[in-house]
């Protein structure tokens, strides 16, 4: 769902406008303070707020922000802007927010790969050490042994996603 906040004549033209173009439905506020009680109260995909309505009012501005939640948010101009252009603009605002969500995964999913890995090899020398003593009993070598395979078969799995 889309958040739009403006008191512009035009606000529900260009509801109409976001909602053709992107699918979602779309929710008109008239003042940032309506537009925060709603944020409060749902989950937004995107939040549209009218840079001139941002403008005069700061504090509520600042308030409005820190309450969009994982909403895109995007300002807009309603008395320079047509509806398709601040649907372009909208659309814009989420490729680029899912290409930021993308690239964070794969850093996280390349730093826990790293992780694993230098955990997997700590786990497979310390296997071949402990099977290495001839001291060891027979029914420790057997779970060593099964730890040592484990960690292979996850040592391999990691190879093969990288």
Not at 63 to 89: C, K, M, Q, Y
Not at 154 to 161: C, K, S, V, W, Y
């Amino acid at each position: 769902m889309i958040l739009l906040i403006s008191q512009a004549k035009t606000a529900a033209q260009c509801a109409t406008a976001l909602q053709k173009f992107s699918g979602h439905r779309v929710q008109i506020a008239r003042t940032l303070g309506e537009g925060v009680g709603l944020l409060r109260r749902e989950e937004f995909a995107v939040v549209v707020a009218d840079q001139l309505l941002l403008d005069s009012n700061p504090k509520g501005a600042d308030l409005l922000w820190r309450n969009t939640g994982v909403a895109v948010p995007v300002e807009v101009n309603f008395a320079l802007a047509s509806a398709e252009r601040i649907a372009r603009d909208v659309r814009a605002a989420v490729d680029r927010r899912e290409k930021e969500q993308l690239l964070a995964a794969r850093a996280a999913e390349a730093i826990l790969r790293g992780e694993l890995t230098g955990t997997v090899s700590g786990i497979l020398l310390n296997s071949e050490i402990a099977l290495s003593q001839p001291q060891v009993p027979a029914s420790v070598q057997d779970r060593i042994r099964s730890v040592h395979e484990l960690a292979e078969q996850l040592r391999t799995r990691l190879a093969m996603t990288a």
